[in-house]
Protein backbone atom coordinates (compact mmCIF):
# COMPACT_ATOMS: atom_id res chain seq x y z
CA UNK A 1 0.00 0.00 0.00
CA UNK A 2 1.42 3.51 -1.19
CA UNK A 3 2.05 6.09 1.82
CA UNK A 4 -0.49 8.44 -0.15
CA UNK A 5 -3.09 5.50 0.25
CA UNK A 6 -1.96 4.69 3.68
CA UNK A 7 -2.10 8.43 4.40
CA UNK A 8 -5.80 9.05 2.92
CA UNK A 9 -7.29 6.02 4.43
CA UNK A 10 -6.11 7.47 7.69
CA UNK A 11 -7.62 11.04 6.77
CA UNK A 12 -11.27 9.40 6.67
CA UNK A 13 -10.67 7.16 9.67
CA UNK A 14 -9.86 10.57 11.70
CA UNK A 15 -13.08 12.14 9.65
CA UNK A 16 -15.57 9.46 10.61
CA UNK A 17 -14.06 9.51 14.06
CA UNK A 18 -14.82 13.29 14.75
CA UNK A 19 -18.10 12.65 13.44
CA UNK A 20 -19.17 10.28 15.18
CA UNK A 21 -18.17 11.68 18.37
CA UNK A 22 -19.26 15.03 17.55
CA UNK A 23 -22.83 13.43 17.35
CA UNK A 24 -22.22 11.34 20.62
CA UNK A 25 -21.08 14.03 22.70
CA UNK A 26 -22.24 17.23 21.21
CA UNK A 27 -25.55 16.42 20.47
CA UNK A 28 -26.53 12.75 22.26
CA UNK A 29 -24.95 13.81 25.28
CA UNK A 30 -26.56 16.75 25.47
CA UNK A 31 -29.75 15.90 25.28
CA UNK A 32 -29.77 13.41 27.51
CA UNK A 33 -28.38 16.16 30.39
CA UNK A 34 -31.10 17.94 29.36
CA UNK A 35 -33.99 15.42 29.05
CA UNK A 36 -32.79 14.52 32.91
CA UNK A 37 -32.58 17.45 33.99
CA UNK A 38 -35.94 18.61 32.91
CA UNK A 39 -37.39 15.89 33.97
CA UNK A 40 -35.95 15.67 37.14
CA UNK A 41 -35.86 19.24 38.07
CA UNK A 42 -37.58 21.22 35.34
CA UNK A 43 -37.61 24.69 37.21
CA UNK A 44 -34.22 24.64 37.74
CA UNK A 45 -33.24 23.01 34.05
CA UNK A 46 -35.42 26.35 32.40
CA UNK A 47 -33.07 29.02 35.12
CA UNK A 48 -35.96 28.97 37.67
CA UNK A 49 -38.11 31.72 35.64
CA UNK A 50 -40.35 33.48 37.24
CA UNK A 51 -44.09 34.89 36.38
CA UNK A 52 -46.34 37.74 37.23
CA UNK A 53 -50.17 36.99 38.09
CA UNK A 54 -50.87 37.35 34.59
CA UNK A 55 -48.67 34.46 33.66
CA UNK A 56 -45.81 36.74 32.28
CA UNK A 57 -42.02 36.01 32.82
CA UNK A 58 -40.71 38.73 34.56
CA UNK A 59 -36.98 37.58 35.38
CA UNK A 60 -35.42 34.32 37.07
CA UNK A 61 -35.22 33.51 40.53
CA UNK A 62 -31.07 32.94 40.38
CA UNK A 63 -30.25 36.69 38.75
CA UNK A 64 -31.21 39.70 40.53
CA UNK A 65 -32.76 43.02 39.28
CA UNK A 66 -32.77 46.45 40.39
CA UNK A 67 -36.35 48.47 41.32
CA UNK A 68 -35.00 52.09 40.14
CA UNK A 69 -36.05 54.84 37.96
CA UNK A 70 -35.10 55.92 34.60
CA UNK A 71 -32.10 57.67 36.81
CA UNK A 72 -31.19 55.27 39.42
CA UNK A 73 -33.13 55.84 42.25
CA UNK A 74 -35.00 53.46 44.30
CA UNK A 75 -38.49 53.20 44.12
CA UNK A 76 -40.38 53.97 47.36
CA UNK A 77 -42.86 51.46 46.88
CA UNK A 78 -40.50 48.32 46.29
CA UNK A 79 -38.02 46.05 48.16
CA UNK A 80 -34.20 47.63 47.11
CA UNK A 81 -31.66 44.81 45.81
CA UNK A 82 -28.01 44.86 46.69
CA UNK A 83 -25.69 47.01 44.87
CA UNK A 84 -24.96 45.15 41.70
CA UNK A 85 -21.24 45.03 39.75
CA UNK A 86 -22.62 43.47 36.98
CA UNK A 87 -22.29 46.25 33.79
CA UNK A 88 -24.34 48.88 34.27
CA UNK A 89 -26.25 46.02 37.00
CA UNK A 90 -27.77 42.73 37.11
CA UNK A 91 -26.30 42.64 33.42
CA UNK A 92 -26.22 38.46 33.06
CA UNK A 93 -23.65 38.89 30.09
CA UNK A 94 -20.60 40.74 32.57
CA UNK A 95 -21.23 39.14 35.65
CA UNK A 96 -17.99 40.12 37.71
CA UNK A 97 -17.65 42.12 40.96
CA UNK A 98 -15.68 45.11 41.31
CA UNK A 99 -12.39 43.83 42.11
CA UNK A 100 -11.33 46.40 43.66
CA UNK A 101 -9.30 45.65 47.67
CA UNK A 102 -11.03 46.50 50.70
CA UNK A 103 -8.17 48.96 50.83
CA UNK A 104 -9.17 50.59 47.61
CA UNK A 105 -10.20 54.71 47.85
CA UNK A 106 -12.96 54.37 45.35
CA UNK A 107 -14.54 50.78 46.67
CA UNK A 108 -14.42 52.59 50.28
CA UNK A 109 -15.80 55.96 49.36
CA UNK A 110 -18.64 54.11 47.10
CA UNK A 111 -19.27 52.27 50.32
CA UNK A 112 -20.18 55.64 52.17
CA UNK A 113 -22.07 56.65 49.74
CA UNK A 114 -24.19 54.08 49.79
CA UNK A 115 -24.72 53.71 53.67
CA UNK A 116 -25.59 57.24 53.43
CA UNK A 117 -27.58 56.82 51.11
CA UNK A 118 -29.44 53.53 52.44
CA UNK A 119 -29.78 55.40 55.80
CA UNK A 120 -31.58 58.25 54.18
CA UNK A 121 -33.80 56.11 52.19
CA UNK A 122 -34.95 54.01 55.56
CA UNK A 123 -34.47 57.18 57.93
CA UNK A 124 -32.48 55.14 60.41
CA UNK A 125 -29.03 55.99 60.97
CA UNK A 126 -25.75 54.48 58.90
CA UNK A 127 -24.85 51.74 61.96
CA UNK A 128 -28.04 50.29 61.17
CA UNK A 129 -27.15 49.56 57.27
CA UNK A 130 -26.46 46.14 56.81
CA UNK A 131 -22.94 45.02 54.83
CA UNK A 132 -25.28 43.50 51.87
CA UNK A 133 -26.92 46.66 51.20
CA UNK A 134 -23.75 48.40 50.60
CA UNK A 135 -21.65 45.69 48.92
CA UNK A 136 -22.23 43.86 45.60
CA UNK A 137 -21.53 40.26 45.25
CA UNK A 138 -18.95 38.60 43.48
CA UNK A 139 -20.75 37.52 40.69
CA UNK A 140 -23.19 41.07 40.73
CA UNK A 141 -25.95 38.95 39.92
CA UNK A 142 -27.57 37.66 43.53
CA UNK A 143 -30.92 38.17 43.90
CA UNK A 144 -31.04 37.75 47.35
CA UNK A 145 -30.48 40.07 50.41
CA UNK A 146 -30.00 39.17 54.04
CA UNK A 147 -33.45 39.31 55.98
CA UNK A 148 -31.67 41.99 57.85
CA UNK A 149 -31.65 44.30 55.03
CA UNK A 150 -35.08 43.11 53.51
CA UNK A 151 -36.43 44.30 57.74
CA UNK A 152 -34.93 47.61 57.52
CA UNK A 153 -37.24 48.42 54.59
CA UNK A 154 -40.71 47.61 55.87
CA UNK A 155 -41.69 50.78 57.47
CA UNK A 156 -40.82 52.42 54.17
CA UNK A 157 -42.37 50.19 51.51
CA UNK A 158 -45.65 50.28 53.88
CA UNK A 159 -45.42 53.20 54.00
CA UNK A 160 -45.55 54.03 50.34
CA UNK A 161 -48.22 51.37 49.40
CA UNK A 162 -50.12 52.47 52.46
CA UNK A 163 -50.44 49.25 54.47
CA UNK A 164 -50.13 48.22 57.35
CA UNK A 165 -46.31 47.59 58.87
CA UNK A 166 -46.92 44.06 60.67
CA UNK A 167 -48.79 43.17 57.44
CA UNK A 168 -45.46 43.66 55.08
CA UNK A 169 -43.44 42.83 57.60
CA UNK A 170 -45.06 39.32 58.26
CA UNK A 171 -44.96 38.86 54.46
CA UNK A 172 -41.09 39.49 54.64
CA UNK A 173 -41.29 36.83 57.35
CA UNK A 174 -42.73 34.46 55.09
CA UNK A 175 -39.74 34.83 52.13
CA UNK A 176 -36.75 34.20 54.29
CA UNK A 177 -35.32 31.00 52.95
CA UNK A 178 -33.56 29.08 55.94
CA UNK A 179 -29.93 27.89 55.71
CA UNK A 180 -29.72 24.78 53.03
CA UNK A 181 -29.19 21.75 54.55
CA UNK A 182 -29.77 24.03 57.90
CA UNK A 183 -26.22 24.18 58.22
CA UNK A 184 -25.04 26.19 55.08
CA UNK A 185 -24.93 29.54 54.19
CA UNK A 186 -27.58 31.99 55.50
CA UNK A 187 -30.51 33.07 55.64
CA UNK A 188 -31.51 35.07 52.38
CA UNK A 189 -34.95 37.01 50.96
CA UNK A 190 -35.28 36.84 47.36
CA UNK A 191 -36.26 40.33 46.17
CA UNK A 192 -37.76 39.75 43.04
CA UNK A 193 -40.59 37.02 44.43
CA UNK A 194 -41.00 39.42 47.08
CA UNK A 195 -42.14 42.26 45.60
CA UNK A 196 -44.06 40.07 43.39
CA UNK A 197 -46.08 38.77 46.43
CA UNK A 198 -46.15 42.75 47.79
CA UNK A 199 -47.61 43.82 44.15
CA UNK A 200 -51.05 40.82 44.96
CA UNK A 201 -51.12 42.34 48.31
CA UNK A 202 -54.67 43.63 49.09
CA UNK A 203 -54.80 46.44 51.45
Excluded: C
Aim: net charge negative.
Amino acid sequence: MSSRSRNGRQYWVAVRAMVVLTVVLGIGYTAVVTGIGQLALPAQASGQLVSDADGQVVGSALIGQSFTDADGNALPQWFQSRPSAAGSGYDGTASSGSNLGPENADLIKAIGDRRAAVAKLEGVSESEVPADAVTASASGLDPQISPEYARLQVARVAEARDLPEAKVSALVESFIHGRDLGILGDPTVNVLELNLALASMAH
